[in-house]
Each structure stands twice: as C-alpha cells, then as structure tokens.
C-alpha cells in the first residue's frame, strides 16, 4: 500500500482529531491541531493513503531542541512503516531547522512505541512516574541527539 508523507493541511485537521480521540485516552482537539497551522516553530506531517490521513506526527521546536508531541497510526494502516517514514520525516525536518537533540514521553508499557523510538536511536534518559492517566502509568522520557553534534561546547 503506497502512501504520501505530507504536511498537516487544514483540511486534514477533522481526520487527525477523529485518529486522536480513537487512540488516546486524553486527546488533542481539533482546535489544538488547528492551532499548530502556520506556527513557524511546530510540524505536523500526515501520513496518506489515497487522499485519507492514516496517520500523523508532531514536532515543537524551541533553540535548538525539538520534543516530539504526536505520532499516532490508526489501527487499520499499521504495520506499513507509516510510523517510521512520519518519524524519519519530522525528525530530519528539525534538523534542517537546528535541532541538535529530539525529547519525547512515551507510556512505560507502549513496547510497540519503545521498540520504534530505539530503532531511531532514541533513549531513554528517565522517568517520569505516574505521568499519564486514564489509564495510570509512568513516562518514559527518551533522547535523541544528531550524530554530527560536538559535544565538546
């Protein structure tokens, strides 16, 4: 199955929420993602299947850092590399605009999650405990951080 990794359109906003509030049990708005439109400092990409989003995924970027806010592919389009190519998109897209290292939280207990973010090189530098609800569970957070940085600064 082809599918076209794109920017979040305004168009495209209902399907993110309508994917949102199927797999997450505190989801995004609708005029949260909205919101995201045309702020310089936030990428949203889509993943799309013959004019459909099948998923998503969102950066915010701030100095040189970026954190990761969303990557979510419904359930019907899984197990098609939609996660990875959404991941390697916005993950080089930060990068061409400065971003040195990558953060984001993931459910202790979402493996499919964790097994993705390490495959990209992500790790995981602590733990937030009892960070989500609905239901209760810890926050792993994990780092990415460009291979071509000094860290010697």
Same mark, same amino acid.
């Given at each position: 199955?082809?599918?076209?990794?794109?920017?979040?359109?305004?168009?495209?906003?209902?399907?993110?929420?309508?994917?949102?509030?199927?797999?997450?049990?505190t989801?995004?708005?609708e005029?949260?993602?909205?919101?995201?439109?045309?702020?310089?400092?936030?990428?949203?990409?889509?993943?799309?299947? #013959?004019? =459909?989003?099948?998923?998503?995924?969102? !950066?915010?970027l701030?100095?040189?850092? %970026?954190?990761?806010?969303?990557?979510?592919?419904?359930?019907?389009?899984?197990?098609r590399?939609?996660?990875?190519?959404?991941?390697?998109?916005?993950?080089?897209q930060?990068?061409?605009?400065?971003?040195?290292?990558?953060f984001? #939280?993931? =459910?202790?207990?979402?493996?499919?999650? !964790?097994?993705?973010y390490?495959?990209? %090189?992500?790790?995981?530098?602590?733990?937030?405990?009892?960070?989500?609800?609905?239901?209760?569970?810890?926050?792993?957070?994990?780092?990415?951080?460009?291979?071509d940085?000094?860290?010697?600064?």
């Open positions: 199955m082809d599918f076209a990794i794109l920017k979040l359109t305004k168009e495209q906003v209902p399907e993110v929420a309508r994917i949102e509030t199927e797999l997450f049990s989801p995004w708005s005029k949260a993602f909205a919101d995201t439109l045309g702020m310089e400092h936030v990428l949203f990409y889509t993943a799309s299947v #013959e004019g =459909r989003v099948a998923g998503y995924c969102g !950066i915010y701030a100095a040189d850092e %970026g954190e990761i806010t969303n990557v979510a592919v419904a359930p019907e389009y899984r197990r590399n939609m996660a990875q190519s959404l991941l390697r998109t916005v993950m080089a930060a990068r061409q605009k400065g971003a040195r290292r990558i984001l #939280e993931v =459910r202790s207990r979402n493996d499919p999650a !964790i097994c993705l390490q495959k990209h %090189g992500f790790t995981v530098i602590g733990t937030r405990k009892n960070y989500y609800q609905y239901p209760q569970d810890d926050a792993l957070v994990m780092m990415y951080e460009y291979a940085i000094d860290t010697k600064e």
